[in-house]
């Protein structure tokens, strides 16, 4: 009788998951056809100048002009981008609201980007579990009867209310998380061509992603997941004992399979053969493009400088915008240098502490990408929300977990409240508005320190369990 109910409850948990996936969809489409109104896709919240679906049809205007798309100070997106999306923009449907068609799309991929988490989670958790056997403790620590971590995290990030906002918003950040997404499954996968692809491809949209390259190439060395390297020393500290009874040969015989994880340089090379190859296609595109709007060097100033040098100040859930607005002119550029090397500082601890969790990493990046970079939305934070599902179960013991759930939300019905009264009413001023960028800041600044200090607690745990079970088998050994 166990036997049949645990097998009805496998077959209903996908039934389970493709109806709630399935009714998100559901949601974003109806939503997306009455929020004409709501103008979505003016908040700074949710468009950024580099997302913002408005700006990427003026582009396609200029281009139709026989002018360059970068004429202006309106579009700085990808040349790309704007020959993919841009005739979209261009389609009238009648009697039905013209955003319509690019929010499908934008719908489209974040159901990809859901289906390609939930097939991470499915691999990190079979990982996860075979290092655990091999350990000895797949009995001692075993998952709970409910949805796997990927079913728990694509759940996550398809029913996240940002990210729902984000396809009413007709913002392009759909899009550019598809990449980062597509990038992280191929590594998880093996499938060096798609990951290149992947991470390319983001680079190019944003920039940031690129500092991605370092957990995808982690990810292509070391595997999915593995334990400490601090069980490998015990385990092999414990095989130098010397056992001569039966159980004591089956302790042996258990652990002399356990190598010490080594970094295989073979995938990690044809990563970067790819990822030049893919990176002069890409290139190659581009200049025919924009071969007679300036070329490259145009398109590298109006895309990558302006995401550097944060030429445009309007209002966003960052915190650079107000700082740049109010500081020196003489001290621009030391500020400049010393906003975006934070991001690279942090690059080199968290991947020689983290190296064994190269998705975890990934997500600790995209985390700190999306807290420090020149025009953030709600949708990188949507991205990062989604990857934090994947170790549901190694961070269930994560603190303050309710009160960062709070200020989130918090913080995200503040913002348009603060942007109306300093904007419209008069009634504040930008120290309102960007008082809640900042507390955003701050919670983003806890969850990733709470994250990464409760996975190292996990790895903790699985040392002191592993040395309790080594200590067990030592004394019955004695005994016998």
């Known amino acids: ?30 939503l997306i056809y009455f929020s004409k109104n709501l103008n979505f896709s003016s908040r700074p919240e949710v468009s950024t100048p580099l997302t913002s679906l408005r700006r990427l049809a003026e582009g396609y205007w200029l281009k139709q002009s026989s002018l360059s798309p970068y004429a202006g100070s309106m579009y700085h997106g990808s040349p790309l981008l704007l020959a993919v999306i841009g005739p979209l923009t261009a389609i009238r449907i009648s009697g039905q609201p013209s955003h319509l068609l690019c929010s499908f799309l934008f719908v489209i991929a974040d159901f990809i980007t859901a289906m390609l988490i939930r097939a991470m989670g499915q691999k990190l958790q079979s990982a996860y579990s075979q290092h655990l056997k091999s350990l000895g403790l797949d009995k001692v620590l075993k998952a709970p009867e409910m949805l796997s971590s990927g079913d728990v995290a694509a759940l996550v990030y398809l029913w996240n209310p940002l990210t729902i906002v984000t396809c009413m918003g007709s913002s392009t950040s759909p899009i550019e998380n598809f990449f980062v997404t597509l990038s992280l499954y191929g590594a998880c996968a093996r499938l060096v061509p798609l990951a290149s692809f992947g991470l390319v491809m983001a680079t190019h949209l944003s920039l940031y992603p690129a500092i991605l390259f370092i957990p995808v190439i982690l ?42 994880p080594s970094f295989s340089w073979r995938l990690p090379m044809y990563f970067l053969l790819w990822a030049s190859i893919w990176s002069c296609y890409i290139l190659a595109l581009c200049a025919v493009s924009v071969y007679k709007n300036g070329g490259l060097k145009e398109m590298f100033k109006r895309t990558y400088g302006f995401i550097l040098t944060v030429e445009d100040l309007s209002p966003n859930i960052g915190v650079l915008w107000y700082f740049f607005a109010e500081v020196f002119d003489f001290f621009r550029d030391f500020f400049l240098i010393v906003f975006h090397m934070n991001i690279l500082f ?81 009634t504040g001023n930008a120290n309102f508005y960007y008082a809640t960028a900042m507390a955003y800041a701050c919670f983003q600044i806890i969850l990733v320190v709470e994250s990464v200090s409760a996975m190292l607690k996990n790895d903790r745990m699985l040392r002191r369990l592993s040395t309790i079970k080594d200590s067990c088998i030592e004394k019955t050994t004695k005994i016998s």
């Open 1 to 30: 009788m166990e036997d049949d109910d645990r097998k009805s409850s496998t077959k209903n948990k996908p039934q389970k998951f493709w109806e709630w996936a399935i009714a998100s969809m559901i949601l974003r489409l109806i």
């Open 219 to 260: 990810l292509l060395g070391y595997g999915i997941d593995t334990p400490p390297r601090k069980l490998f020393l015990q385990k092999d500290s414990g095989n130098e004992m010397k056992l001569s009874s039966d159980i004591s040969s089956q302790h042996i015989g258990m652990t002399n399979h356990l190598a010490l």
């Open 346 to 426: 942090m690059i080199l601890p968290l991947a020689i502490r983290l190296k064994h969790r190269p998705c975890f990493l990934a997500f600790v990046y995209t985390a700190i990408s999306s807290l420090l970079k020149s025009y953030p939305s709600v949708a990188d934070s949507a991205l990062y929300l989604g990857l934090l599902g994947l170790f549901a179960n190694e961070l269930s013991d994560m603190h303050l977990s309710f009160f960062l759930f709070c200020g989130y939300v918090g913080v995200n019905l503040l913002s348009p409240i603060m942007h109306n009264l300093w904007i419209w009413r008069g």
